[in-house]
Every structure is written in C-alpha cells, then in structure tokens.
C-alpha cells in the first residue's frame, strides 16, 4: 500500500464544533441533535479542491457516474413514513397518477407542465415528492430547483426517503454546494440511512468530488461488509483525481481480499491511475486481468488500454493492440493519433488519419485537430491544404479548436495569407487564436500587419497580455521597424506591464536588432529584475556582430553578478568565434564548467569545419555527436550533410542523408546545394522531383538553390519551368528570388529576360545591381555595365564593394585600362570602401590583359596579403599572351611558396613554355607535376536538350549518340580545315603523333556537347553549353567557326566568363 492520503482540514477539538458549524451555516433545527463527533467525522476541506467527475463516465460530464444513480426498489429503507404509506397501501391515487405523469412528462423534456402538475396536487405525499425532485435533478439538470423543491418538502414535514436523498446528493455535487451536502448526509444519520450502500456510494462521490477525501474514506469505511464493486470503483476513482493514483491502484488488492472482482468502470479508472503515475508494469497487470475476465473486445477498455500504454510512453504496444480490436471508433483513432504526434512522428500521425477513414469511422474535432497539428509540425503545405478541404467538408471548420489548429497550421506552413484568411471566417475571436495569429506575424517580420491585428483587438474588446505584447516586440525585432517598436513600447507603459522580465528582454532584442546600441544598454542598465536570458540576449548580439572581445566582457560580468551561463550563453560565443580553433577552445572550456553540449553547440562548430575545411575535425566532431546521442537530431543531420557537402566528400553527404528516418525542407535544400556546389545539377534536379514526392514543399531556399543550379550549367529551360513554379507560387517579385532569376538569365545569355525580371521587381538592393552589372560584365557589355550603374544611383542606392567588383570586372573584360582605374579611385575616395583582394584581383587582370605586366607584378609585391595565389596565378595566365617567360617562372615560383595544390600553376607555365617554343621546358614541368601529384580538376561540359541534361568529359564514349557525335566531329574538322583552320597542337603535350594531336584535341569535352546540339535541336537554334573550367584556344576558335558555317549562335559559359560566338566572332577578347 502506499502512502496515506493527507487529511482534509477539519475542526481541531469538540471546542470548535459551535464555529465549525456557524462557518457552514446549517440551519435546520433537527442536526442540533448530532453529537460534535458527527460534525468532526464530516469535516471538510476547502471548496478549492474540487475535482470533475470521470471523463469515462457514461452520463453526462456533470452528473455522478451511472452507477450512483437510484432506482426505484432498489434502496433498503429503513423504517418511516416510507414504510407508514405501505401498510397503508401505498400513495393515494391522486398522489399516484401525478406521480406517473411527472415522471413521463419529465422523460420528454417538459418540466414547465411538470411544474403545472405538481402544484395541482392538495397534498402532495412523499412519491410526489420524489418525482418532482427526480426530475429536475436526473432530467432537467435544474440541480438548484431541485434542491428549492426539496426544502420545500422539508418545510411540509413531508419525511424524505432513500431516492429523494440521493437526488439531493446528485444536486449537492453538481452544484458544488458542500454545506448543503453536509445537511443531507445529517439526515440520512437522521433518519437512519447510513446503512444503505447506494446512498453511501453517492456520499462517497459526492465528498470527492467536492474535494473531501477524509470524509469520503470514513463513509467508504463505515459502509465495511456492505460495500459492493461501485463502492469500491468510486473510491478508487476519488484517489485518482486526487492526485493518489498509487494509492488508486493498491485498492484493487484490497476489494479482491474482500471478494468483490472489479468491473468495466474498475477497470477504467486503474488504467487512468496507472496512465497518471506512467508505470506501464502497472497496467499490463490490468491488461492481464481484461484478457483473463473476458474484457479484451470491449471497445471502452481497449480504448482506456491505449491510452495508457500510449501516456506510459509505449507506443508499440499500443499499435499492437489497437491491430487486434475488433473494432475501432474514433477515439480510438484519436488516441492513436495522439500517441503520434506526441512522439513528433507526424507523417504516422497523418496515415493513422487515413486508416481510420478506410475503416469508415467518421473524424471528429480533436482527431482533425491532430491532423492539423501533424501538417504544421511537417510543415507541409500541400498536405495541409488538403486537411483544410477535409475539415471544410466536415463542417467543424469553425469549431473553435479546429479552426484555431488550422490557423497556426498555415502559419507553421509560411502561409499567412491563407492562415489570415482562415482566421477572419472565424465566428469568434478569443485571445489565444489573436495570439497564435500576431506570433506567425511576428516569426516572419511583419510588425505592420501585425500591429492591425493587435488594434482590431481591442475594437473587438479583447484584452492583450503579455504574449501579445511579446509577439509585436518580435515583429518589429525581426523587421528593424524602430518606429512601430517604440509605438509598442509606449502601448506596453500605459498597460503597466514593461516592467515583465520576458517583455523587458524583448524590448532589449528590438532595440540591439534596429541598431540602437544606447537604447539597448540603457534598458538593460535600468531593468530591476535581469535573468540568465538577459543576459543571453545582450551577449548574442554582440556575437552576432562579431563584437566578440565586448560579449566576453559581458560574459565575464553576468558571472561576477551571480549569473552561470547556460547552452545558449555557450553557444553565442562559441558562433561568434572566426575559426575552427577558437571555436573548439571555447567547446572545451563549456564542458569544463559543467555545460553540456546540445545539437546547437555542435551545429555551430560543424559550421566552422564547413567555412574552414576542417575535414578530419568535423569527422571527429561527428563521432562525438553519436556518442552522446544527438545524431537523431535533425538540425544536427542537416548540418552534417553540410559540412561533408562543402569538404569535398558528397558521397558521405549522401550516406548521412539515406540514413535519416524523418527530412524536412532543409535536409532537401543542403543535399541540393551540395550537388550544385559539385557541378551534379542533373543529380540535384532529381532531388527537387523526390523531395516533392516525399510530401515536402519547396521553400523559398529550395528554388533559389535550383535555380543556382540552372545556373552553373546554363540549363535554360529547367529554370524557366522553375520560374514558371514561382508566378503560380506568388514568389517571382521576391527580392532574393528576383536577384536569383536575374542571375540566372544572365549565365544562361539570356539578358534580355534578366532586365524583364530586374524591371518587373517592386524594390532592388545593391545585391541586384551588382548582379545584372556583373551579367553584362561576363557579355563583355561595359557600356550596358556603366549603364546599370548609374541607373542604381539614381534610385539612390550607395554602390557597395561588391558593385565596384562587378564594374571594375566589366572594366577588365572590355580591356578598359583607365576606366578600371577610374572606378578603383572612386570607390575609395568617394565611397570610403576600403578594397579587399577581390578587387586587386581584378585590378591584376586588367593589368595583364592590357600588357602592363611590369605594373601587375609591382601591384602585387605590395599587397597585404603574404600568401595570394589567386594573383599570381592571374599574373601568370596573362605571361602567355605577351610571351613573358621569366615573368611567368617567378609567378611560378610563387606559387610553389604557397604550396599551392592546385595544377593550374603547371599547366599555365607549360603552355607559356609550349608557346615560346621551349620543348624540353615542357617536358620538364609535365615531370615536375608528376612528382609534386597535383590533381587537376577534370573537364565536364554539359548541354540540355528536351530538358535532359547530358554531360561529357574528354573523350567521353558513354553517351548512347556516341558514333554520331564523334562522325559529326569528323566532318566538321575536315570542312574547316579546307576553310583555313589550324589545330592549336602546341596544347597537347609531346610525344604524341600530329594526327594523335589532332584527335585528342576533338575530343575535348565542349566540342562534344557543341555536337550533340547541332545533332539534336532544328536549325537556326541556339546552343547553350556549360563547361566547368576555361575554354581552351583551339575550342574557342573551333566554335567562332561553326557558328558561322552552321548558322547558329552558340553560348558556352565557362568558369570565367560568357562566350556568345555569332557569325564566326566571340563577345570576349580572351583569344584576341
């Protein structure tokens, strides 16, 4: 047995009993004759206590369980005028029929002419009595007439019997009213019936649930030999509401040793007790007694079961007896569902939706709730929709937790337009639906709209509290709208409620997020009551700007005041950190302090081997996430993906995502920029179509990532059906799509398209300028580029860095020597831009390609930078053209210094060498980079034809067109051979044949994809082909010619820039 119940309050001595019985005000006269120890026995505790009735009773949720409920001939009485009426022969006929027809006219709901009968009656006797009771009470559930009626009685010295004192223990419970209880239960002592099991089993009930345990376990026992399964049912079910369901379960050792065996409603309220503490061993021994007494094809005990095995955290066994039911309703169902969503699997949650529609049994409002719930968590918009139309056809679409479920679905579902559209059908607006509302609002950003909800609140007199608030101060946090923050901030002083911890925090956050530094520091500085998540908060922003020697100020400061840091103070300054060492330092000084490590502190370092190519670490760090069990994490999953993607080891990427059970929108969008980053644009194609498949909706992120991978292969009409999927989704005018799209157009050739979507968006940043400035560059269009510029200014945009680069690479491609150095000075004397190496870069280019190679090396003597391979690799490409030998070996030896991996550094000095004529030199650098095992990248050219991409590498034979492409070839080297063109053999290495040469040159991968093109599209038709590295000489001029011969325009886009070959000439002087 467990331990004892705690008594409820009661008077102390026989001292008390004059104050005990004042305190309930019991006013007829015939309790004066109960002894104090009556009163002592009865006492109570505070009406505080009060419990509700069993949700698993069958009667309504107000009434006492239907085995309390009386029946005629079912009570023993004891001697009375009950007894009086019977030696007599029972009521008079008057009294009888009345009585009969109260009772019939009650049954039907007519308790008005119920009324009307009654009070016809002379002298109504104590059946009448008890009808008109009986009726207000059992079927008008008008508890507080029945109780006047029954007063009444009492006045007419009319004596009551056992029915009528259990319809006034009904009343008495129902209405809470324990002092009018008291005074029933001093009349049963009264009038003799204490002996009476029905009468107690309803005392019983009726102390519990009006949270008096003591009294209800002393009538229990008074009760002793008397007591059958319903007395033994309700005390156990009085434990478990009160919070003793161990106590509720030891009851049932204690009935058996009494020989009474335990019944459906037993049964329930043990399973309920056993789902209250979570002992599922518990309740497998009921489970065993159901299978043992023939329980198991109950529907109410199987249903009870699941819900106990699923509130014990044993989903299994649930599912396994939900299969063997041999029928199902929809609580069942429900309760399944529940069991789903509880342990997050959602998409479980939807198909147990779906069973239960294939079993025919009809949904009701918490099953679509969970279907609701279970598309928000997926945060599928698509299926959510669909669950919208099925609760649409329900009808309980307004119900106000359906519609509330629907609403927060659409804006877990980034749909605020359809969640705003769900919420103004509402009939009623409460405040937790304005508050599910302001909160997707304030997630995305949109303090304006949010701050129209927040006012249509109080046109609507609804009150906000302080989750109101909190959500407006979000809005405005996440928009930078200052204004409308201190417009917020002023409503909050007026409500009295600034002073909150949580609303001071969030005003803190908006103000660091507008930029107002002061604001923010003056508000922490004032705040009387600071918590660790104040703390956080300042500490976070200064990480997140990079202001890291003032967040470890604050962060020694917040210990020197008391406060420990916790994960999120952690993992703030472990994200702030510049590189992998810092980061992993700090990591180590976490787990020092006593801090465990949680999926973000992991996530942040796994983001630093992602920037610093930190391979062998992130493994490490990878072994230690499975350790400790966060690699079920899907946050985790997601940026460990990521991390191996940006390393160079897609393939572990790969495993790593077919290892996941559960993926969301941004697993998908990781693995598709994985295989973008790696030139696999087909492969990430197909990951688009599968993710789709799989139920996911592509978000914002998902399109811009394949739009990038259009993009990198130049696969125009897979990204104009993707545009397409943009209008029909609403995002073609979003600036980061718009910016994409332009991008996009503008790698592909298409610029004309790119200025149709750059005229078509609503607002442009510097980032869209810089794009369409940077697509003309790569046409070799400096007047268009100039352009373009100058249009920026005059919407008064301020150039950035990343302008100037594009206008300083348009200077470059067009050879623009003065123009590039004009723009150089500008951006630094007019626009105070300090130049990055990015810009030097190009200024190295322009300098090469202009012949002033003297002055590119001087340039990059005096750089910064002591390790720049980029420019002397630059530097060195440009020696071959000018036929600067001694220049390029320097350039060489430079790269070599920096231990550079790359091969580019001996290919270029090769072809400078092969150029000059210097064979043995060749040779000797071929050799050279043999021994040094550089790797060099493999050539990959890519056309898309009938939407397939299809791929080549040198001499690639694998294609199903091979002999076509290959006899294509042939013919076109042979006709233009007789129009004039030369092989530029010096760029095959020695010790081949001429004719070797030759081949080996037609092999190259774009001349490949250039004729399967001319193969597979009508004349007249563009050819877009994509290359991964720059084209070569002899491709370049190989394809001015067949653009002239075949008639055709042909763009390939290589890693450098757009070639757009017409009429048997190039946009680019690369080759010139």
Not at 582 to 609: H, Y
Not at 765 to 782: F, L, P, Q
Request: aromatic share 8%; glycine share 6%; hydrophobic share 40%.
């Amino acid at each position: 047995m467990g331990s004892q119940c705690p008594q409820a309050l009661a008077p102390s001595s026989v001292a008390d009993f004059s104050q005990f019985q004042q305190h309930f005000r019991l006013q007829d006269p015939s309790v004066l004759s109960l002894p104090p120890s009556a009163f002592l026995a009865l006492a109570s505790s505070p009406a505080s206590l009060i419990s509700e009735i069993s949700p698993f009773s069958a009667s309504s949720p107000a009434d006492p369980p239907a085995f309390c409920r009386s029946k005629p001939g079912q009570l023993a009485f004891s001697e009375g005028k009950e007894q009086d009426d019977a030696g007599q022969g029972g009521p008079d006929e008057d009294n009888f029929r009345a009585s009969f027809q109260i009772r019939k006219l009650a049954s039907s709901g007519h308790l008005e002419e119920v009324n009307e009968v009654f009070r016809s009656l002379l002298q109504p006797d104590a059946y009448a009595w008890s009808a008109v009771i009986s009726a207000y009470s059992n079927f008008g559930c008008d508890y507080a007439q029945a109780l006047e009626f029954y007063h009444e009685m009492i006045n007419t010295s009319v004596v009551p019997d056992g029915h009528v004192l259990l319809e006034v223990l009904r009343a008495c419970s129902n209405l809470l009213d324990l002092g009018q209880g008291m005074h029933t239960h001093s009349c049963i002592l009264k009038y003799g019936l204490d002996s009476d099991v029905y009468l107690g089993n309803a005392l019983v009930s009726m102390y519990a649930k009006l949270g008096n345990l003591d009294c209800a376990c002393l009538v229990f026992k008074k009760l002793m030999h008397r007591r059958d399964v319903v007395s033994w049912s309700t005390l156990i079910q009085a434990y478990m509401e009160h919070g003793y369901s161990f106590e509720a379960y030891d009851l049932l050792d204690h009935m058996q040793q009494e020989g009474v065996q335990p019944n459906e409603f037993t049964l329930v309220c043990l399973l309920k007790a056993c789902s209250n503490i979570g002992e599922v061993e518990y309740g497998e021994r009921i489970h065993s007694f159901v299978i043992e007494h023939g329980f198991e094809c109950n529907l109410f005990i199987g249903n009870t079961l699941m819900d106990m095995y699923v509130k014990c955290d044993s989903l299994e066994r649930a599912q396994i007896l939900l299969s063997k039911l041999l029928k199902w309703d929809v609580l069942t169902w429900s309760i399944i569902m529940g069991g789903f969503a509880g342990r997050g699997l959602f998409q479980e949650t939807l198909e147990a939706f779906k069973k239960m529609q294939e079993n025919g049994v009809m949904p009701d409002e918490v099953s679509y709730v969970y279907l609701a719930k279970a598309c928000q968590s997926l945060e599928s918009l698509r299926q959510g929709s669909l669950a919208h139309s099925l609760i649409v056809e329900s009808g309980l679409e307004l119900h106000p937790l359906v519609g509330g479920a629907v609403v927060e679905m659409y804006i877990r579902c980034r749909s605020l337009e359809d969640a705003c559209a769900m919420f103004s059908r509402l009939p009623k607006h409460d405040l937790s639906i304005l508050n599910v509302l302001l909160s997707g609002y304030g997630q995305n950003g949109l303090s304006q709209k949010a701050y129209q909800i927040f006012l249509s609140m109080e046109q609507e007199g609804i009150e906000p509290d302080n989750v109101t608030f909190e959500s407006l101060i979000r809005a405005c946090s996440i928009s930078g709208d200052l204004e409308q923050g201190k417009q917020v901030h002023c409503r909050l002083v007026k409500f009295g409620i600034e002073s909150w911890v949580r609303i001071g925090n969030a005003l803190i956050d908006m103000y660091s997020e507008c930029g107002f530094f002061e604001e923010a520091y003056e508000l922490f500085d004032e705040s009387s009551e600071l918590d660790v998540v104040t703390w956080n908060i300042l500490i976070s922003w200064l990480a997140h700007t990079r202001q890291v020697k003032e967040a470890m100020f604050y962060f020694e400061r917040m210990q020197h005041e008391g406060f420990l840091p916790n994960q999120v103070t952690w993992n703030a300054l472990i994200g702030a950190q510049f590189d992998f060492e810092g980061a992993i330092q700090l990591f180590g000084q976490m787990q020092q302090g006593g801090i465990a490590p949680n999926e973000i502190t992991f996530v942040c370092i796994l983001q630093k081997c992602c920037r610093s190519g930190c391979l062998e670490q992130g493994m490490q760090l990878h072994s230690d996430i499975v350790k400790v069990g966060l690699d079920v994490e899907l946050v985790v999953q997601n940026t460990l993906i990521d991390m191996y993607a940006k390393n160079n080891c897609l393939e572990t990427a790969c495993l790593v995502f077919g290892t996941l059970t559960k993926r969301d929108v941004i697993t998908w969008n990781v693995l598709i920029a994985g295989h973008t980053m790696h030139n696999h644009a087909q492969e990430s194609f197909n990951l688009f179509q599968r993710m789709q498949q799989d139920g996911v909706d592509p978000d914002r992120a998902t399109y811009v990532g394949i739009l990038q991978a259009c993009s990198s292969i130049a696969t125009l009409e897979h990204g104009r059906q993707i545009h397409n999927l943009l209008i029909d989704r609403g995002l073609e005018l979003d600036l980061h799509v718009g910016n994409t799209l332009i991008d996009f157009y503008t790698k592909c050739g298409e610029m004309e398209y790119a200025h149709v979507v750059l005229n078509r968006l609503p607002e442009r940043d510097e980032v869209t300028w810089s794009t369409i400035i940077s697509g003309h560059a790569k046409h070799c269009d400096y007047a268009l580029a100039c352009q373009c510029f100058s249009d920026m200014q005059s919407e008064r945009l301020e150039p950035t860095g990343g302008v100037f680069l594009s206008v300083l690479s348009a200077c470059s491609h067009a050879c623009l020597l003065d123009n590039g150095c004009f723009y150089f000075r500008l951006m630094q004397q007019d626009h105070g831009i300090v130049p990055s190496v990015d810009h030097f870069m190009v200024l190295v280019e322009l300098f090469g390609k202009v012949g002033c190679l003297k002055e590119a090396e001087d340039l990059l003597e005096t750089l910064p930078w002591i390790s720049n391979t980029v420019g002397w690799m630059t530097l060195l490409g440009s020696c071959k053209k000018r036929g600067s030998v001694e220049l390029a070996r320097q350039c060489f030896d430079h790269l070599m210094k920096a231990r550079s991996k790359s091969s580019s550094g001996f290919v270029l000095l090769s072809n400078v060498y092969a150029h000059a004529g210097l064979e043995e030199a060749v040779d000797e650098i071929v050799s050279l980079r043999k021994r040094a095992d550089t790797w060099k990248q493999p050539a990959r050219a890519y056309i898309e034809i009938d939407n397939q991409v299809h791929d080549f590498v040198v001499g690639d034979t694998s294609h199903s067109r091979s002999e076509e492409i290959y006899s294509t070839l042939t013919r076109i080297n042979t006709e233009l051979k007789e129009a004039g063109y030369r092989p530029h053999v010096a760029l095959v290495q020695r010790g081949s044949s001429l004719e070797q040469k030759e081949k080996s040159l037609w092999a190259h991968s774009e001349k490949l994809a250039v004729a399967l093109g001319l193969l597979s599209t009508p004349e007249g038709t563009t050819i877009r082909v994509a290359k991964n590295l720059r084209v070569c000489a002899d491709c370049h001029d190989v394809a001015k010619l067949i653009s002239r011969k075949e008639r055709r325009d042909i763009i390939i886009k290589d890693s450098h820039c757009l070639h757009h070959f017409k009429d048997g000439d190039c946009c680019c002087k690369e080759f010139d």
